[in-house]
């Protein structure tokens, strides 16, 4: 089946500690996306990439930091420097740029204990 | 600074009623507007989206665009139960090099009463 993965999708880190979402599709998508929710809100944009080895800071890019060396594959790491981490992580991907039909991932609930 | 607006509600509809949600944008620029729709602890699920001034239908849903008023509507025809749920409006501009990604509303939740 096509779609996109992520893992886990449940995480716990402690503070001060750098912790990496993964996010896999296999449905030969150029664009992919990392959103952040938190309760009660809308999604914020943190990182994206329209291509493979490219990628773009979204609105709340601080503290975070991604890598896009496959086509297939666009990992999150939520470093120590984001000081309120704990939130609902979304991946999504879309055909290419000018595809806006973004498709999401399960989503990884990361909590900082 | 881009910004979509909704009423986070609850909006309450009795089953069968007309769910009707509303959403405005900030930017004329935006070209591309959808409609997710997110149950509790769920990813959003893409349910319509729409370009062009005007309505877009799909089964029992019906987008509405109104560029002129930067004003985007979703109605849902025959509400179930099934549909309580938050509906989340998000938009794109596409500034020349792709579109950067949708820029969402906080969601109206929505409550379909038996």
């Known amino acids: 089946d096509g779609g996109i993965t992520q893992s886990p999708k449940y995480l716990f880190r402690k503070e001060g500690q750098n912790v990496t979402l993964s996010c896999e599709q296999n449905?030969?998508?150029?664009?992919m996306y990392w959103y952040r929710q938190d309760p009660g809100q809308g999604l914020r944009l943190i990182y994206y990439?329209?291509?493979?080895?490219?990628?773009q800071k979204g609105d709340i890019a601080e503290g975070y930091s991604v890598s896009r060396e496959k086509k297939e594959s666009f990992p999150l790491t939520v470093t120590s420097a984001q000081k309120n981490p704990t939130a609902f992580y979304l991946c999504?991907?879309?055909?290419?740029?000018?595809?806006?039909?973004?498709?999401f991932g399960q989503g990884t609930r990361l909590t900082v204990v | 600074q881009k910004e979509v607006e909704q009423n986070s509600g609850p909006l309450s509809v009795p089953e069968g009623a007309i769910a009707s949600l509303n959403c405005t944008y900030s930017?004329?620029?935006?070209?591309?507007f959808f409609w997710y729709r997110q149950y509790s602890g769920k990813s959003p699920e893409l349910i319509m989206f729409i370009y062009s001034n005007g309505d877009k239908e799909d089964g029992r849903f019906t987008a509405q665009l109104n560029k002129a008023s930067q004003y985007v509507s979703l109605l849902i025809r025959d509400s179930q139960p099934s549909d309580s749920a938050t509906y989340l409006c998000?938009?794109?501009?596409?500034?020349?090099?792709?579109?950067?990604?949708?820029?969402f509303g906080k969601g109206t939740h929505l409550i379909i009463q038996p």
């Open positions: 930017d004329r620029g935006s070209q591309s």
């Open positions: 449905l030969n998508h150029d664009a």
């Open positions: 990439s329209q291509i493979v080895n490219d990628f």
């Open positions: 998000a938009v794109t501009v596409d500034s020349g090099g792709g579109a950067d990604g949708l820029t």
């Open positions: 999504a991907s879309s055909v290419d740029a000018q595809s806006t039909e973004a498709f």
